[in-house]
């Protein structure tokens, strides 16, 4: 299973933004789908997560700015970003849980990131 991010790039503050991650290769089913984000100096952080189902998770400080969501028949994940913010600097990772078989245990994948640099 492949995850490729794409969509990141500069943006102004108060700007917004739209991530793409896709997920390719051998993959019979995905269970839950997330970002994550990693500034320099700072450990890997949990952005916002989205179950199969639809259930979804956001870190306290993008709630209201962020709308993560899905497109389980494309195998697609994306993350809409407003009102961005100075502290949004980071590189973007894209993560899945996905089985390749029915008879397989899940995995996590991860993807290779996508920078997003907010800056005036």
């Known amino acids: 299973v492949q995850l490729v991010e794409s969509g990141g790039g500069l943006v102004q503050p108060g700007g917004s933004l739209r991530l793409s991650c896709a997920a390719s290769g051998n993959i019979f089913s995905i269970n839950t789908m997330g970002w994550h984000r990693q500034a320099p100096g700072n450990q890997r952080e949990l952005v916002a997560t989205?179950?199969?189902?639809?259930?979804?998770n956001y870190a306290d400080s993008v709630k209201g700015r962020f709308t993560i969501s899905r497109e389980n028949a494309k195998n697609t994940l994306y993350l809409q970003m407003n009102s961005l913010k100075p502290e949004d600097t980071a590189v973007y990772y894209c993560?899945?849980?996905?089985?390749?078989?029915?008879?397989?245990?899940?995995?996590?994948?991860w993807g290779q990131g996508t920078q997003v640099t907010v800056s005036s």
């Open positions: 993560n899945a849980d996905a089985r390749e078989r029915i008879w397989s245990t899940y995995s996590n994948y």
């Open positions: 989205i179950s199969s189902g639809g259930l979804k």
